[in-house]
């Protein structure tokens, strides 16, 4: 029997086709070899971070099954070209490190696996300071623990606003 991994990964964009870019990294993850689409969390419309002028994120987190294939750094490098095939293009200026994106992929948790490797960072180092990815995840997996702490628990530590399908931070 195959050995699979729960993986969860955040999508985010604020292009003006926001929901279509979505759409087409929901579908590019589950063309993967061997992974396979296993939930996919409401969309919400999320505040910019660290750079505030710029327009609303559109963000969801999916939950993937994968094989033993695939660790945390094969898997960042996938979502590195997933982003570049959908018009990702990273600025060189670090104030634009978190400007305005076509698309954005992050692997938020690899199982239970954790990677201090500079490349693919697992789990995601800013995940527990962002309403916009641990408020998804919780819709998928309310039982989650992140650094030995429930997902509930950090999110709870954070100063943000939920109305309905909006998070502000």
Known sequence: MNEYFQIF???GSNSADAENMLDFARQALARLPNMHLEAVSPVYSTAPQDYADQPWFLNQV???????????????DALL?????????????????????????????FGEETSTDEHCL???????????????????????????????TWLSRLRYVKDGQRISQ
Do not use: M, N, Y
């Open 9 to 11: 990964i955040s999508l």
């Open 62 to 76: 999916v939950e993937l099954a994968a094989d033993a294939q695939w660790r945390p750094c094969s898997l960042v």
């Open 81 to 109: 070209e997933v982003e570049a095939k959908l018009g990702r293009v990273r600025s060189t200026d670090p104030a634009l490190r978190f400007g305005p994106r076509t698309i954005d992929i992050d692997l938020l948790l």
């Open 122 to 152: 697992v789990p995601h180092p800013r995940l527990t300071q962002r309403a916009f990815a641990l408020v998804p995840l919780l819709d998928l997996a309310p039982s989650t623990v992140i650094d030995g702490i429930s997902a509930a």
